[in-house]
């Protein structure tokens, strides 16, 4: 299934680490947001902890709590900010940026959108569903994942791929109804799973036929968009 589009190799292929730590680094201040503490923030627990799975330092996952839960006099505001229009081949996308300077991201935005086609708000998010997403990992085989996603309030569920387990482990993308997001994340922990991301997310209705040349290009239009420093997810009607 998959809720936002999964390039080729963002985490896994990055010699871009300091842009990467930079995306992490963010996540970790917007969700410290709503509370510095992990036991009482999901989505703060599962940024730390795919920050610590990228091997972010310590002492660089503390001060991004901090900052964003404004225990520093240094306070720096980052507000979530969405663009929806077209890649190639008239494949909807929906960016989410994470920003401190919107007339900045706007202006870049326009630029890495030439050869698609910016559009409005709402031009092409009703061609997505809103839903929750937890990905979890659990240090059990052989679990029957559709149980896990019934005792957790979880309406859908998928494995996650091979290489974003541990040896060892299993692990499950748990999809819900928005307003279950904390329910399921709360859930999942006490069950002993470890959260490496709880969020509302979007998931494309349909997905666009291209043949091989033009799935090239797309991804690469979405790359190109992926690579700046503001954007933290794209949501795309395409399968890679």
């Not at 809103?130 to 994942?145: P, S, W």
């Not at 996603?149 to 993308?173: D, K």
Request: aromatic share 6%.
């Amino acid at each position: 299934m998959g809720a936002q589009w999964k390039h080729a190799g963002r985490v896994e292929g990055a010699n871009k680490r300091g842009a990467l730590i930079s995306k992490l680094v963010k996540e970790i201040m917007v969700a410290a947001k709503s509370g510095a503490i992990l036991e009482g923030n999901a989505r703060l627990r599962a940024a730390v902890e795919s920050a610590k799975k990228s091997s972010v330092p310590r002492d660089t996952i503390e001060r991004a709590i901090k900052k964003g839960a404004g225990l520093l006099d240094e306070q720096i505001q980052f507000e979530t900010v969405p663009y929806e229009g077209f890649a190639p081949h008239r494949v909807p996308i929906i960016v989410e940026c994470l920003t401190d300077n919107k007339n900045r991201t706007a202006a870049d935005i326009r630029v890495l959108f030439r050869k698609g086609q910016l559009g409005a708000m709402g031009s092409v998010s009703w061609m997505f569903e809103r839903l929750g997403i937890v990905e979890a990992t659990v240090a059990k085989t052989g679990i029957d994942l559709e149980t896990v996603a019934i005792e957790s309030n979880a309406q859908n569920v998928e494995p996650l791929e091979l290489s974003e387990v541990a040896e060892g482990h299993s692990g499950g993308r748990f999809f819900c109804d928005p307003k279950d997001l904390d329910v399921v994340s709360k859930s999942l922990t006490q069950m002993g799973w470890t959260l490496t991301l709880s969020e509302l997310s979007y998931l494309a209705k349909s997905f666009a036929d291209l043949n091989q040349e033009q799935t090239k290009e797309v991804v690469e239009f979405l790359s190109a968009i992926d690579d700046h420093d503001d954007v933290h997810r794209i949501y795309a009607g395409i399968k890679t």
